[in-house]
């Protein structure tokens, strides 16, 4: 199951054990033009947005841990609709340029079916593009996020973002009221065939993340399947397509399945692994706000940054 923890190194770096992998979360804004029920960035405080403080955090978050970043994921709110969008994107590759690091765009699709944005997109460093797509059902997908690009829009989406040379994946999540039955997932796998390069099903989770407002907390409490349910069903799918890319994996602080399933390769999010680090000291994740303070946790409010000094030799060191 550990296969790509075995990966993983950590060392210290002041008070927080740092991984040699660090996946850097640029949440770019907090707002959206759709209205998921679900939504963990509809919150009680607003983060302001500190463009001077974003850029000198970016830069120096980059200086100090630049050589550990395996990927950026650019996340909202709905990121694309943040004014800035592009003086960020310039910004990022900017301070990147040449190191290569992997960059994602999580988007609702919206504004990718204007052709003019999907070509500056295409043209921008992001590597590849992960569509949040409920449901196969446009009434039922709707319903669950307020509102829809169609199936057309997504097949033109694809069509350009490929030739670009970079990738799609569809996210989407599992819970009491959404593709809760294996028929139900093969129908949205088959549904979607030969618009994405990979689908991601993660179970809707009760959350408690910081200041999301009460009827998210609510939602999640009354349609959030039990792990068991969850692992039932998944391993269900597993089991039925298995093949030669089938695996349990730990990523990061994850616990991963993929599996190849009707021609499409399918990655199951199993659950939270939270026995196995200390997780108020272990940093896969870092995440940085628009009001330019970075965080290891789901909390604008915090700055980490002055924990950690550009200028100190680290060795990494196998847990
Ligand atoms: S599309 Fe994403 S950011 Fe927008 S409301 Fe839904 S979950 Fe939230």
């Given amino acids: 199951m550990a296969e790509v923890d075995k990966e993983f190194k950590f060392i210290k770096k002041g008070k927080y054990d740092v991984s040699n992998k660090i996946f850097l979360d640029l949440v770019f804004n907090n707002n959206c033009n759709y209205s998921c029920p679900f939504c963990i960035a509809r919150t009680n405080t607003y983060s302001e947005d500190n463009y001077d403080k974003w850029k000198s955090s970016f830069s120096k978050t980059i200086d100090i841990f630049g050589n550990e970043i395996d990927s950026l994921i650019i996340l909202g709110g709905e990121a694309t609709i943040d004014k800035r969008f592009f003086d960020r994107l310039s910004f990022i590759d900017e301070v990147t340029s040449g190191k290569h690091i992997f960059t994602i765009l999580t988007t609702n699709g919206y504004k990718l079916q204007s052709d003019s944005f999907l070509d500056k997109v295409g043209n921008s460093s992001i590597d590849s593009f992960n569509i949040s797509m409920m449901n196969h059902d446009p009434l039922k997908n709707k319903l669950l996020m307020g509102d829809t690009i169609d199936i ?79 692992k039932v069903l998944f391993d269900s799918l597993a089991r039925k397509y298995k093949s030669s890319k089938h695996n349990d994996k730990v990523f990061g602080l994850i616990n991963y399945g993929e599996v190849d399933a009707l021609g499409s390769h399918i990655i199951l999010k199993y659950e939270q692994v939270e026995d196995m680090y200390d997780l108020g000291r272990v940093i896969p994740t870092l995440k940085l706000y628009p009001n330019g303070n970075l965080s290891n946790e789901w909390n604008h409010r915090k700055n980490i940054l002055d924990d950690f000094s550009s200028n100190k030799v680290y060795e990494f060191k196998s847990r």
Avoid: H
């Fill in 152 to 230: 057309d829009s997504l097949k033109r989406i694809y069509e350009v973002i490929k030739e670009y040379g970079k990738t799609l994946r569809l996210n989407t999540n599992v819970a009491k009221n959404n593709l809760n039955s294996l028929k139900e997932i093969e129908d949205y796998i088959r549904f979607f065939k030969g618009c994405q390069d990979a689908i991601k099903f993660t179970p809707l989770m009760e959350t408690d993340m910081f200041d999301t407002v009460s009827g998210v907390l609510k939602y999640t409490k009354e349609k959030a399947l039990s792990k068991e349910e969850i």
